[in-house]
């Protein structure tokens, strides 16, 4: 096979991993007509470093006591949270203000991460009478 042929070939196969890979959404599971995909959007982009909520493939939390930091925030898989809640945490720099970032997005930004948060937190949260 001639170098130019390798090449092509190689760049071929990088593409494909591209595409496949996706341009902005892998792990977002809400479909982007959604009224909710731009808050899935901007959690995913501004605060899974810190939060859990599969749904938008966000792994931030901690899993075991034992290795926790500083930095791990509220599993939202297990914690429901409503907008007057997540509107004062990002406002605020959440509820003890003493890791995350006050006002990590703003405005309209904060109303669609807030609304997303409200409508698919605590979905995975143990029903207790």
Known sequence: ???RAR???TLAILLV???SGGC???GIQISSSSPYHHGAVLFRDHCSGCHTLSLVGAQGSATNIKNRLPTNGPNFNVRKENLEQVLYAIRNGGFSG???PQNIVVGEDARAVAT???QYSGRQAANTP
């Open 98 to 100: 003493a890791i995350m």
């Open 7 to 9: 090449t092509s070939a």
């Open 17 to 19: 991993a591209l595409a």
């Open 24 to 26: 902005g959404s892998q």
């Open 1 to 3: 096979m001639s170098v």
């Open 116 to 118: 997303f948060l409200a």
